[in-house]
Protein backbone atom coordinates (compact mmCIF):
# COMPACT_ATOMS: atom_id res chain seq x y z
CA UNK A 1 0.00 0.00 0.00
CA UNK A 2 1.34 3.58 -0.91
CA UNK A 3 2.26 6.42 1.67
CA UNK A 4 -0.41 8.59 1.91
CA UNK A 5 1.90 11.39 2.22
CA UNK A 6 5.75 11.86 1.55
CA UNK A 7 8.14 15.07 1.96
CA UNK A 8 10.70 14.56 0.36
CA UNK A 9 13.95 17.43 0.29
CA UNK A 10 17.47 18.29 -0.13
CA UNK A 11 19.63 20.10 2.18
CA UNK A 12 22.89 21.51 0.38
CA UNK A 13 25.23 22.74 3.30
CA UNK A 14 27.62 25.03 1.44
CA UNK A 15 30.69 23.67 3.46
CA UNK A 16 33.08 24.94 0.09
CA UNK A 17 36.27 26.72 1.56
CA UNK A 18 34.60 26.98 5.08
CA UNK A 19 34.82 22.72 5.94
CA UNK A 20 38.25 22.48 4.55
CA UNK A 21 39.23 25.48 7.58
CA UNK A 22 36.91 24.15 10.19
CA UNK A 23 36.36 20.43 9.60
CA UNK A 24 38.75 18.56 6.65
CA UNK A 25 42.20 19.55 8.14
CA UNK A 26 42.74 21.51 4.74
CA UNK A 27 43.90 24.80 6.48
CA UNK A 28 47.32 24.83 5.55
CA UNK A 29 46.70 23.35 2.46
CA UNK A 30 46.42 25.72 -0.92
CA UNK A 31 44.89 22.74 -2.85
CA UNK A 32 42.54 21.80 -0.65
CA UNK A 33 41.25 25.60 -0.40
CA UNK A 34 41.12 25.13 -4.25
CA UNK A 35 39.13 22.13 -4.01
CA UNK A 36 36.35 24.82 -1.95
CA UNK A 37 36.77 26.92 -4.72
CA UNK A 38 35.55 24.41 -6.83
CA UNK A 39 32.65 23.96 -4.81
CA UNK A 40 31.42 27.56 -4.58
CA UNK A 41 31.78 28.26 -7.90
CA UNK A 42 31.39 25.28 -10.30
CA UNK A 43 29.36 23.11 -7.87
CA UNK A 44 26.98 25.99 -7.06
CA UNK A 45 25.55 26.67 -10.43
CA UNK A 46 25.45 23.11 -11.14
CA UNK A 47 23.00 22.27 -8.37
CA UNK A 48 21.12 25.36 -9.34
CA UNK A 49 20.38 24.29 -12.59
CA UNK A 50 19.36 20.59 -11.54
CA UNK A 51 16.81 22.13 -8.98
CA UNK A 52 15.51 24.15 -11.78
CA UNK A 53 15.55 21.30 -14.05
CA UNK A 54 13.03 19.20 -11.64
CA UNK A 55 11.46 22.70 -10.30
CA UNK A 56 12.78 21.48 -6.60
CA UNK A 57 12.99 24.48 -3.84
CA UNK A 58 15.41 23.31 -1.32
CA UNK A 59 17.32 24.37 1.43
CA UNK A 60 20.78 25.61 1.57
CA UNK A 61 22.16 26.15 4.80
CA UNK A 62 25.06 28.01 4.38
CA UNK A 63 28.16 29.00 6.59
CA UNK A 64 28.67 33.13 6.79
CA UNK A 65 32.59 32.06 4.92
CA UNK A 66 30.73 31.00 1.68
CA UNK A 67 28.18 33.38 2.36
CA UNK A 68 30.56 36.64 1.75
CA UNK A 69 33.54 34.66 -0.63
CA UNK A 70 31.12 33.57 -2.94
CA UNK A 71 28.31 36.55 -2.90
CA UNK A 72 27.45 36.34 -6.77
CA UNK A 73 26.93 32.41 -5.76
CA UNK A 74 24.51 32.67 -2.96
CA UNK A 75 22.51 35.74 -4.75
CA UNK A 76 21.84 33.01 -7.36
CA UNK A 77 20.50 30.64 -4.83
CA UNK A 78 18.40 33.21 -3.28
CA UNK A 79 17.07 34.81 -5.99
CA UNK A 80 15.96 31.29 -7.28
CA UNK A 81 13.58 30.82 -4.50
CA UNK A 82 15.36 28.20 -1.82
CA UNK A 83 15.52 28.54 1.75
CA UNK A 84 18.31 29.40 3.22
CA UNK A 85 19.24 27.99 6.58
CA UNK A 86 22.50 28.37 9.28
CA UNK A 87 25.70 26.43 9.26
CA UNK A 88 28.27 28.44 11.06
CA UNK A 89 30.99 30.68 10.23
CA UNK A 90 33.94 28.59 8.98
CA UNK A 91 32.17 25.30 9.77
CA UNK A 92 33.36 25.51 13.59
CA UNK A 93 33.33 22.31 16.11
CA UNK A 94 30.61 23.67 18.36
CA UNK A 95 31.71 21.19 20.93
CA UNK A 96 35.56 22.88 20.78
CA UNK A 97 34.15 25.96 21.43
CA UNK A 98 33.26 28.04 24.48
CA UNK A 99 29.49 29.54 24.96
CA UNK A 100 30.57 33.11 24.02
CA UNK A 101 32.66 31.85 20.70
CA UNK A 102 29.15 29.77 20.03
CA UNK A 103 27.03 33.02 20.57
CA UNK A 104 29.08 35.32 18.71
CA UNK A 105 29.31 32.90 15.76
CA UNK A 106 25.05 32.07 15.88
CA UNK A 107 25.27 36.09 16.26
CA UNK A 108 27.02 37.15 13.25
CA UNK A 109 25.33 34.63 11.15
CA UNK A 110 21.79 35.15 11.86
CA UNK A 111 22.76 38.67 11.40
CA UNK A 112 24.18 38.13 7.96
CA UNK A 113 21.59 35.98 6.55
CA UNK A 114 19.03 37.80 7.19
CA UNK A 115 20.67 40.91 5.93
CA UNK A 116 21.54 39.30 2.44
CA UNK A 117 17.73 37.68 2.39
CA UNK A 118 16.04 41.16 2.55
CA UNK A 119 15.36 40.60 6.49
CA UNK A 120 13.77 37.33 6.03
CA UNK A 121 15.71 35.90 9.29
CA UNK A 122 16.90 31.59 8.83
CA UNK A 123 14.59 29.55 10.15
CA UNK A 124 16.53 26.25 10.54
CA UNK A 125 20.10 25.50 11.52
CA UNK A 126 22.68 22.41 10.66
CA UNK A 127 25.62 21.99 13.37
CA UNK A 128 29.00 22.03 11.02
CA UNK A 129 30.05 18.54 10.92
CA UNK A 130 26.94 17.29 13.03
CA UNK A 131 28.12 18.07 16.12
CA UNK A 132 26.66 20.25 18.82
CA UNK A 133 27.08 21.39 22.27
CA UNK A 134 25.11 20.84 25.87
CA UNK A 135 24.39 24.08 25.12
CA UNK A 136 23.04 23.85 21.02
CA UNK A 137 19.20 23.47 21.47
CA UNK A 138 18.90 26.83 23.95
CA UNK A 139 20.67 28.84 21.42
CA UNK A 140 19.20 27.93 18.60
CA UNK A 141 15.52 28.47 20.73
CA UNK A 142 17.01 31.84 21.99
CA UNK A 143 17.20 32.93 18.28
CA UNK A 144 14.37 31.95 17.36
CA UNK A 145 15.15 29.08 15.20
CA UNK A 146 11.70 27.22 14.19
CA UNK A 147 14.00 23.77 13.93
CA UNK A 148 17.22 21.97 13.35
CA UNK A 149 18.58 18.85 11.08
CA UNK A 150 21.77 17.74 13.01
CA UNK A 151 20.02 15.12 15.16
CA UNK A 152 19.77 11.34 14.59
CA UNK A 153 17.02 9.76 17.02
CA UNK A 154 14.97 8.93 13.89
CA UNK A 155 15.55 8.83 10.04
CA UNK A 156 12.09 8.97 8.74
CA UNK A 157 9.84 10.88 11.24
CA UNK A 158 10.57 14.50 12.48
CA UNK A 159 10.44 15.06 16.44
CA UNK A 160 10.77 17.73 18.88
CA UNK A 161 14.32 18.37 20.54
CA UNK A 162 14.92 17.89 24.47
CA UNK A 163 17.15 20.43 25.81
CA UNK A 164 19.94 18.35 27.56
CA UNK A 165 20.44 14.89 28.12
CA UNK A 166 22.75 13.56 30.38
CA UNK A 167 24.47 10.12 30.75
CA UNK A 168 27.55 8.44 32.60
CA UNK A 169 31.10 7.91 30.78
CA UNK A 170 32.67 4.77 31.89
CA UNK A 171 35.42 5.58 34.25
CA UNK A 172 37.55 2.02 34.90
CA UNK A 173 39.73 3.80 37.35
CA UNK A 174 36.24 3.67 39.21
CA UNK A 175 33.86 1.29 40.61
CA UNK A 176 31.63 -0.37 38.14
CA UNK A 177 28.76 0.97 40.01
CA UNK A 178 30.04 4.90 39.18
CA UNK A 179 28.49 4.14 35.59
CA UNK A 180 26.33 1.79 35.55
CA UNK A 181 23.33 4.26 35.47
CA UNK A 182 20.73 4.71 32.62
CA UNK A 183 20.54 8.44 30.31
CA UNK A 184 18.75 11.16 31.66
CA UNK A 185 16.26 12.45 29.35
CA UNK A 186 15.89 15.95 29.13
CA UNK A 187 13.18 18.19 28.84
CA UNK A 188 11.24 18.29 25.41
CA UNK A 189 11.63 21.96 24.05
CA UNK A 190 9.46 23.72 20.88
CA UNK A 191 12.42 23.10 18.63
CA UNK A 192 11.62 20.42 15.38
CA UNK A 193 14.28 18.34 14.64
CA UNK A 194 14.38 17.23 10.89
CA UNK A 195 16.57 14.50 11.01
CA UNK A 196 19.89 13.87 9.70
CA UNK A 197 21.44 10.84 8.77
CA UNK A 198 24.87 9.94 7.52
CA UNK A 199 23.50 7.49 5.34
CA UNK A 200 21.65 9.57 3.53
CA UNK A 201 24.40 12.04 2.67
CA UNK A 202 26.66 12.14 -0.24
CA UNK A 203 29.84 13.54 1.43
CA UNK A 204 31.38 10.19 3.89
CA UNK A 205 31.35 8.00 0.47
CA UNK A 206 32.44 10.15 -2.21
CA UNK A 207 34.60 13.22 -1.06
CA UNK A 208 38.47 12.53 -0.26
CA UNK A 209 39.91 13.97 2.40
CA UNK A 210 43.50 13.41 3.06
CA UNK A 211 43.65 13.62 6.74
CA UNK A 212 40.73 11.14 7.65
CA UNK A 213 41.89 8.03 7.88
CA UNK A 214 38.69 6.35 7.02
CA UNK A 215 38.20 9.11 4.30
CA UNK A 216 36.57 7.31 1.00
CA UNK A 217 35.82 9.69 -2.41
CA UNK A 218 36.20 6.54 -5.01
CA UNK A 219 32.60 4.57 -3.63
CA UNK A 220 30.53 4.21 -6.92
CA UNK A 221 27.52 6.95 -6.97
CA UNK A 222 25.59 3.99 -8.34
CA UNK A 223 25.83 2.32 -4.94
CA UNK A 224 24.94 5.17 -3.00
CA UNK A 225 21.63 5.75 -5.06
CA UNK A 226 20.76 2.31 -4.58
CA UNK A 227 21.64 2.45 -0.62
CA UNK A 228 18.97 5.77 -0.60
CA UNK A 229 16.20 4.36 -3.09
CA UNK A 230 16.39 1.03 -0.72
CA UNK A 231 15.93 3.42 2.27
CA UNK A 232 13.14 5.03 0.49
CA UNK A 233 11.44 2.14 -0.65
CA UNK A 234 11.37 -0.03 3.26
CA UNK A 235 9.63 4.04 4.05
CA UNK A 236 7.48 3.67 1.28
CA UNK A 237 5.99 0.20 2.11
CA UNK A 238 6.21 0.44 6.11
CA UNK A 239 5.12 4.03 6.52
CA UNK A 240 1.84 5.62 5.97
CA UNK A 241 3.41 9.48 6.40
CA UNK A 242 7.95 10.34 6.34
CA UNK A 243 9.91 12.75 5.73
CA UNK A 244 12.72 12.17 3.44
CA UNK A 245 15.59 14.47 4.11
CA UNK A 246 18.76 14.33 2.03
CA UNK A 247 21.98 15.83 2.58
CA UNK A 248 24.26 16.74 -0.54
CA UNK A 249 27.21 19.71 -0.73
CA UNK A 250 28.49 21.29 -3.61
CA UNK A 251 31.89 19.77 -3.07
CA UNK A 252 30.34 16.64 -3.62
CA UNK A 253 27.02 16.67 -6.02
CA UNK A 254 28.54 19.31 -7.71
CA UNK A 255 30.79 16.65 -9.21
CA UNK A 256 29.32 14.87 -12.83
CA UNK A 257 28.96 11.56 -11.88
CA UNK A 258 27.14 12.47 -8.77
CA UNK A 259 24.68 14.97 -10.60
CA UNK A 260 24.00 12.28 -12.66
CA UNK A 261 23.21 10.09 -9.46
CA UNK A 262 20.85 12.54 -8.79
CA UNK A 263 19.13 13.10 -12.08
CA UNK A 264 18.05 9.37 -12.27
CA UNK A 265 17.26 9.24 -8.44
CA UNK A 266 14.75 12.19 -8.47
CA UNK A 267 13.01 10.67 -11.64
CA UNK A 268 12.82 7.37 -9.90
CA UNK A 269 11.27 9.17 -6.97
CA UNK A 270 8.63 10.87 -9.06
CA UNK A 271 7.46 7.33 -10.02
CA UNK A 272 5.98 7.03 -6.60
CA UNK A 273 2.18 8.94 -5.90
CA UNK A 274 1.79 11.18 -2.97
CA UNK A 275 5.69 12.64 -2.84
CA UNK A 276 6.02 16.16 -2.95
CA UNK A 277 9.58 17.98 -2.60
CA UNK A 278 9.63 20.67 -0.05
CA UNK A 279 12.18 22.90 1.24
CA UNK A 280 12.89 21.78 5.40
CA UNK A 281 11.26 24.28 7.06
CA UNK A 282 8.05 23.07 5.22
CA UNK A 283 8.84 19.26 6.89
CA UNK A 284 8.92 21.16 9.95
CA UNK A 285 6.04 23.42 9.80
CA UNK A 286 3.47 20.71 8.83
CA UNK A 287 4.77 18.69 11.74
CA UNK A 288 4.20 20.86 14.14
CA UNK A 289 0.62 21.62 12.81
CA UNK A 290 0.05 18.22 13.59
CA UNK A 291 2.11 17.93 16.93
CA UNK A 292 1.49 19.97 19.99
CA UNK A 293 4.89 20.42 22.04
CA UNK A 294 4.97 19.52 25.23
CA UNK A 295 2.71 21.34 27.54
CA UNK A 296 5.39 24.37 29.60
CA UNK A 297 7.91 23.48 26.46
CA UNK A 298 10.02 26.48 25.61
CA UNK A 299 9.45 27.68 22.39
CA UNK A 300 11.89 29.62 19.93
CA UNK A 301 11.63 33.00 20.69
CA UNK A 302 8.66 35.13 19.28
CA UNK A 303 7.05 31.91 17.69
CA UNK A 304 3.98 32.22 16.83
CA UNK A 305 1.86 29.39 15.69
Same mark, same amino acid.
Given at each position: ? @??????? !?? !? %?????????????? !?? /??????????????????????????????????????????? @?????? %??????????????????????????????? *????????? /??????????????????????????????????S?????Q???M???????????????????????????????????????????P???I?????????? /???? %???????????????????????????????R @? *???????????? %??? *????????????????????? @?????????????
Amino acid at each position: M @PAKRVLI !GF !G %VDVDAVAGWLGSYG !GE /NSPLDISRGMYAGEVGVPRLLRLFKKYGITTTWFIPGHSLETF @PKEMAA %VRDAGHEIGLHGYSHENPVAMSLQQQKDILD *HTYKLLTEF /NGGISPKGSVAPWWETSKEGTELLLDKGIEYDHSSMAHDSQAYYMRDTDSWTKIDYTSSAAAWMKPLTKGNETGLVCIPANWYLDDLPPMMFIKSSPNSHGWV /NSRD %VEQLWKDTFTYCYRQEEEFIFPITIHPDVSGR @P *HVLLMLERFIEW %VNT *HENVHWVPMIDMAREFRAKNA @PAVGAKMPHGFKQ
